[in-house]
């Protein structure tokens, strides 16, 4: 058993997902690509490239990303290009995607003839319901809506970029396409290609992937010069994981007891907090802490606490079927899609491990952290 906290990628669900998808892809006659913003542990992407051809990023650090790691230029988008960078994303770039008619004004003779461009387009629907998360949300700062489009667009720009989910299924993408269509086709015949973003689950076990490969051969019976892109995060990283924890201390207030981990919420786990959600903790289960308060002294109810100073680095509640001790496992279910890229060193806090599960049951240590990590960060 180790005894540092570790994200564990287990290969043989990763490979599952990497199939379903690719099955999708070749079905419908689509291209999926891996969104750096959810998953970018670039020692898996030996296995990605069995699978996929292709990454989409959002910074020059994830373009350079995916020509350096991945072997493959990128899909870039980015809600603003600087001048400092935009030559050195060009050039690690196989599309690019501006956010908006002033960007693409200033910038698009330095990307013409080097990559196919592209224009994000607002269709002002979503059926996200965490305003954090909705890209769709009044007064957002993402994409062009219709009535700003001229009639016939710039002759260099091929391409239109829609994002408009979030771990939803085939049935919202159905009711997104008809605004899509509904605001947008009449620019189709001046394209070359689609991009309808991220957020389709796919791999989660109640998504209709049927119904989802039958919208997307619908699409192209539409628009069949279109090429259609889906750029998946959580989908190839959905459940391929746990994070391990240990217990460091037990402390209890006004009835109600903590278990402090060697982890924290937000540095490890922050979409647990701006989500917000409750993550599945393995053996235990969810109870609603109000009620749990008068049976903590006979029931082995806890919040789980993390490591940071932050107040509110905590999450209620959980049930065990035992008395929590000092140095034993708490296992948080599916910690790897956005996860192991959101997590950051506040306080100092050792950054948990990572590793690999491989298929022959070997446990295979990918990257220790330590004081030099956080400190090279300040430097």
């Given at each position: 058993m180790?005894?540092?906290?570790v994200?564990i990628?287990?290969?043989t669900?990763l490979?599952?997902?990497?199939q379903l998808i690719?099955?999708v892809?070749?079905?419908a006659?689509v291209e999926?690509i891996?969104a750096?913003?959810?998953?970018a542990?670039w ?6 490239r ?6 989409t990023?959002?910074s020059l650090?994830e373009a350079r ?8 230029k990128?899909h870039?988008?980015?809600p ?8 050195d ?5 196989s599309h690019?995607t501006?956010?908006?008619?002033s960007q693409?004004?200033?910038f698009?003779?330095r990307v013409e003839g080097?990559a196919s461009i592209?224009l994000?387009?607002n269709?002002e629907?979503?059926?996200?319901g965490?305003m ?5 949300a009044p007064g957002t700062r993402?994409g062009?809506?219709?009535?700003k489009?001229p ?10 970029h829609?994002h408009?989910h979030?771990?939803?299924?085939a049935?919202?993408?159905e009711?997104?396409?008809?605004h ?8 189709f015949?001046?394209?070359?290609w689609l ?5 389709h ?6 998504y209709?992937v049927?119904?989802?490969i ?8 539409r628009?069949p010069?279109?090429k259609?892109i ?9 459940q391929?994981?746990?994070l ?6 037990i402390v ?6 903590t278990?402090i981990?060697?982890v924290?919420?937000t540095?490890?786990m922050p ?7 409750m993550?599945e903790?393995?053996?235990a ?6 009620s749990?308060?008068?049976?903590q002294?006979s029931?082995?109810v806890?919040?789980?606490?993390g490591?940071s100073?932050?107040s509110?680095d905590f ?7 035992h008395?929590?001790k000092v140095g ?5 279910e ?12 506040f306080?100092?806090i050792?950054?948990p ?5 491989h298929k022959?049951g070997?446990?295979?240590?990918l990257?220790?952290?330590g ?6 960060r300040?430097?």
């Amino acid at each position: 058993m180790m005894k540092e906290p570790v994200y564990i990628i287990e290969e043989t669900l990763l490979r599952r997902n990497l199939q379903l998808i690719a099955d999708v892809a070749k079905e419908a006659d689509v291209e999926i690509i891996l969104a750096f913003k959810a998953f970018a542990l670039w020692k898996t992407f030996p296995i990605f490239r069995e699978y996929i051809n292709s990454t989409t990023a959002s910074s020059l650090s994830e373009a350079r990303l995916a020509l350096e790691e991945f072997g493959a230029k990128a899909h870039t988008y980015s809600p603003a290009y600087t001048d400092e960078e935009i030559d050195d994303i060009v050039r690690c770039s196989s599309h690019l995607t501006f956010n908006s008619l002033s960007q693409y004004e200033r910038f698009n003779d330095r990307v013409e003839g080097k990559a196919s461009i592209g224009l994000r387009v607002n269709p002002e629907y979503s059926e996200v319901g965490t305003m954090l998360y909705n890209p769709c949300a009044p007064g957002t700062r993402f994409g062009v809506t219709a009535d700003k489009l001229p009639e016939t667009l710039p002759a260099n720009i091929e391409g239109f970029h829609c994002h408009c989910h979030c771990e939803s299924g085939a049935d919202v993408l159905e009711r997104t396409l008809v605004h899509i269509e509904e605001k947008f086709s009449k620019w189709f015949p001046q394209l070359k290609w689609l991009n309808l973003g991220g957020g389709h689950l796919m791999t989660r076990k109640d998504y209709d992937v049927p119904h989802l490969i039958n919208i997307l051969k619908g699409l192209h019976e539409r628009y069949p010069w279109l090429k259609i892109i889906l750029e998946p995060g959580s989908a190839f990283a959905w459940q391929t994981g746990p994070l391990v924890s240990h217990v460091v201390d037990i402390v209890e207030d006004k009835g109600i007891r903590t278990a402090i981990l060697d982890v924290s919420f937000t540095c490890h786990m922050p979409d647990c907090l701006e989500m917000p959600y409750m993550p599945e903790v393995r053996g235990a289960e969810i109870v609603e802490e109000s009620s749990s308060l008068q049976s903590q002294t006979s029931e082995y109810v806890y919040r789980l606490g993390g490591n940071s100073c932050l107040s509110g680095d905590f999450m209620s509640s959980w049930r065990f079927d035992h008395e929590l001790k000092v140095g034993e496992e708490v296992i948080f279910e599916d910690m790897i899609h956005y996860t192991t890229v959101k997590t950051c060193m506040f306080n100092g806090i050792s950054h948990p491990a990572l590793a690999m599960l491989h298929k022959d049951g070997k446990l295979e240590i990918l990257r220790h952290f330590g004081y030099e990590d956080y400190r090279n960060r300040m430097d």
